[in-house]
């Protein structure tokens, strides 16, 4: 509890002890309203100068000023009628101020609950300086640095590791309680918290670029971006408090004035004065005003727990109408980790096939040579390789222990004029050839990640219509992959810019109150993530420029999170509904009662302390979304 709310709540038992204590202690008269005065005066005095404050900077119709003008006006009663009983002006005040409390406890809960969660932002960086570790602010690390992270410190900035083994417990970036292992060459984002080894990292970004930098930002800048319920209410109330403002004024003056000059009867000012100034109680918008935003602030803060960054509460409210979720394959159906899944038709041992290859593949940087060279596992002796010559958009042509050996595509081969056997596998196929002659091929095939078939199933099971993907891939490749994944159509061999127009073809058929999700990962799906109703990036592995423009970001790459943030966004938009019905419909009822004297004062306090406590209570379940 903060000091500001110890303060208060100080403040609220003394008056509470107070308000019991006159109605024993055996005093009448000036005396009595004296101690209410001094007890009205311990619990309000902030709300009198917040509402005076109010009237001079010209924004006099907020919650303070109808606060301060039905309790004094019930002080203003209880004098003219010379009643020492002045217990109802300082209840209200009380009540109100207890659910004032009520509701800052609630907030900084949410917002601990929040920050304890993303508690990432690193302290410090080490430093080995003449053998020792020196201690220096992240900012000061240049790129391409090298520091050393000890177990139990924080990973301060991305980089990779180029010495050393640990795990590493991600779950404030990911959610994810399992530990991730990591080694020499592996890469290694900020945030991260080393739980064994010591790590020797290089250094790959500033630490401003760093992962944890850009989540940090993405945080404390999601409260920024209003849902169209948050400037509802923002209008609503604008509208509203006024309005009830007048209509008390107008309850307080016509009837008496209809009673005296049409039915010829007594005015009756009090009673009509008394209902006016209990309209005002009721009707203070704290439950709409307070509630709603805490809703969005606690959903938000539900998915950053799960590894989901939502960059707004407009995005969650979009989200939460998916009903097209369009995917890109490589890095987000996929692992876009390339695997020799097959080696066929091999003139020699399995084995000596890959040695070849992997040899004659050891100066390319190309990704399916790096994979060759993985599912080779061994050192390659490049003593044993001469002649190295790449031919782009082929393969390679190398002299391996003095054997000519060429790896490649069919156009490498029909170049070389030398017959090879087609292959029928899904995948990318290295034939190789030595000495001119055919020896077999390779397949070479991009993995799919574990959860992408789970996570099109979910989709499907909360309420998504249609699943789509997009690739540049052939389209025996990605039928194949659509196919296993269960998605509902696949457009294939496609461009960067393709992507756009196939994802504007998806949106102009769509209907109005549809949104369409684009997921993607490489910085060739910005334009699209930018397109779509929302964009979701994947963060882990996904480029900088998808992640500035995405509207979602999933820290693990796991395409299964999906699901996951659409049934948190509508999990929130529910609670959201729920609230405003809620609210609404008991300050009608209880208005339209306190306007025909049916209620008073204390139905009153329920409508508006009673009300609130119920919607905040309602709004904290946002935050609870471990199981959906």
Sequence with gaps: MSK????????????????????????????????????????????????????????????????????????????????????????????????????????????????????????????????????????????????IVQPGEKVPIDGIVIEGSSSLNTSALTGESLPRDVKVDDEIISGSINMTGVLKIKTTKDFGESTVSKILELVENASSNKSKSEEFISKFARVYTPAVCYSALALAVLPPLVRIFLLGQPADFLVWIYRALTFLVISCPCALVISIPLSFFAGIGGASKEGVLIKGSNYLETLSKANIVVFDKTGTLTKGVFEVSGIHHSELEDAK??????????????????SILSAYGKEVDRSRVTNIEEISGHGVIAE?????????????????????????????????????????????????????????????????????????????????VAEELGLDEVRSELLPADKVTEVEKLISEKKDDEKLVFVGDGINDAPVLT?????????????????????????????????????????????VYENIVFALAIKAGCLLLGALGYANMWAAIFADVGVMIIAILNAIRALRVKNL
């Design 4 to 147: 500001k709310q110890k303060k208060m709540l100080t403040r609220v038992i003394i008056s509470a002890i107070l308000l019991i204590a006159l109605h024993f202690i055996p005093v009448n008269g000036v005396i009595k309203s004296i101690l209410y005065l001094i007890d009205y005066l311990i619990i309000g005095y902030d709300i009198l100068i917040k509402a005076f404050k109010g009237i001079k900077n010209g924004r006099v119709f907020d919650e303070n000023f109808l606060m301060a003008i039905a309790t004094l006006g019930v002080f203003g009663m209880a004098i003219y009628e010379k009643s020492d009983d002045l217990v109802e002006a300082v209840a209200v005040m009380l009540f109100y101020q207890i659910g004032e409390l009520f509701q800052s406890y609630a907030v900084g809960k949410s917002r601990r609950n929040i920050s304890e969660l993303m508690d990432i932002r690193p302290d410090y960086a080490n430093i080995e300086k003449e053998g020792k570790l020196e201690k220096v602010d992240p900012d000061e690390v240049e790129i391409g640095s090298v520091i």
């Design 353 to 370: 096939l890959l040695e070849y290859a992997a040899h004659a593949e050891c100066a390319s940087s190309h990704p399916i040579s790096k």
């Design 400 to 480: 391996v222990d003095g054997k000519k050996i060429a790896a490649g595509n069919s156009k490498l081969m029909e170049k070389l004029s030398i017959e090879y056997n087609p292959c029928s596998s899904v995948g990318t196929i290295i034939h190789l050839a030595i000495d001119g002659v055919y020896s077999g091929h390779i397949v070479i095939s991009d993995v799919v990640k574990t959860n992408s078939k789970k996570a099109i199933a979910e989709l499907k099971n909360c309420g998504v219509k249609k699943t789509v993907m997009l690739t540049g891939d052939a389209s025996k490749v990605a039928l194949k």
């Design 531 to 575: 397109r779509a109703d929302i964009g979701i990036a994947m963060g882990a592995m996904g480029s900088d420029a998808a992640i500035e423009a995405a509207d979602v970001v999933l820290m693990d790459d796991d395409p299964l999170k999906i699901s996951k943030a659409i049934k948190i966004s509508r999990k929130c938009i529910k609670i």
